[in-house]
Nanobody, 122 residues
Framework: QVQLVESGGGLVQPGGSLRLSCTASGRTFGNLTVGWFRQAPGYDREFVVLISSSSFLTFYGDSVKGRFYISRDNAKNTAYLQMNSLKPDDTAVYFC???????????????WGQGTQVTVSS
């Protein structure tokens, strides 16, 4: 089993930045793809970005390209999501997930965190 815990969410003004962290415990984190997803009230869960186990592959959703950046430190069992130029439309609960296949599909991720709220508002 892998347990994932997100942190770093909060309230930020439009144009601001936040960095989310996803810290894992349990099974070897370094062998897993990490994905970030988000869900706003009344909407389906949306793919944000993924990073493969070795960091060789990253893939960004269209709505965050050029603003969000994913990275990971396998020695610390942690993945990071740097979010810049935040917009009100980025407001959502952000979830990290881990799985065995680098894919945009939420159903392919076996392990999920509880989520962290990000609110972008003036």
């Amino acid at each position: 089993q892998v347990q994932l815990v997100e942190s770093g969410g909060g309230l930020v003004q439009p144009g601001g930045s936040l960095r989310l962290s996803c810290t894992a415990s349990g099974r070897t984190f370094g062998n897993l793809t990490v994905g970030w997803f988000r869900q706003a009230p009344g909407y389906d869960r949306e793919f944000v970005v993924l990073i493969s186990s070795s960091s060789f592959l990253t893939f960004y959703g269209d709505s965050v390209k050029g603003r969000f950046y994913i990275s990971r430190d396998n020695a610390k069992n942690t993945a990071y999501l740097q979010m810049n130029s935040l917009k009100p439309d980025d407001t959502a609960v952000y979830f990290c997930a881990a799985g065995f296949v680098p894919t945009r599909a939420p159903s392919a991720y076996k392990f999920w965190g509880q989520g962290t709220q990000v609110t972008v508002s003036s």
